[in-house]
């Protein structure tokens, strides 16, 4: 999204007065609006602090890609609650940074992407959630040609 003016683009003065769940609810409602319009329905989150030989996750391995030494955990949204979001998004992240994509996950045959699946993942990318504010708030960032779909 875009503001109107160059100038709203550095006045951070103010927030909307939410708290970090209620952000959370009012970001996941764009997105939820956004895979609709976009046809994306995976959230992918990238796993800051985690190995790809870190033991814990094997129990995770059906949500879990890996390219290059990068650890990335996925969750198929559609039917899912927001609380159920905001909890995969709590466990797939230290919290700060945190990066979630909206976007396609297509090939699902193995967890080690290569080049050309990343390439995909990107391509695909409808929206991008970046934790700001020291882990107190999120920035959306959306194509200028989905902007109009979550509005203000």
Same mark, same amino acid.
């Given at each position: 999204? +875009? ?40 959230? +992918? ?15 995770r ?31 797939s ?11 396609? +996950? ?21 929206a ?25």
């Amino acid at each position: 999204m +875009v503001p109107p003016t160059p100038a709203d683009l550095l006045d951070f003065s103010a927030g909307i007065g939410l708290s970090r769940k209620d952000s959370w609810d009012w970001v996941y409602g764009k997105l939820m609006r956004l895979a609709v319009a976009s046809g994306k329905r995976a959230l +992918v989150v990238e796993n800051d602090l985690a190995k790809p030989t870190d033991p814990i996750l094997a129990e995770r391995m059906g949500e879990t890609l890996f390219f290059a030494g990068e650890v990335f955990h996925y969750l198929d949204l559609p039917h899912c609650p927001s609380r159920e979001a905001l909890a995969f998004v709590g466990r797939s992240a230290s919290g700060y940074p945190l990066n979630v994509f909206l976007t396609e +996950v297509t090939n699902r045959e193995t967890s080690e992407l290569g080049p050309a699946d990343l390439d995909a993942i990107v391509a695909g990318t409808s929206a991008i959630v970046a934790g700001s504010f020291d882990g107190e708030g999120f920035t959306l960032w959306v194509p200028q040609e989905l902007a109009q779909t979550v509005g203000p």
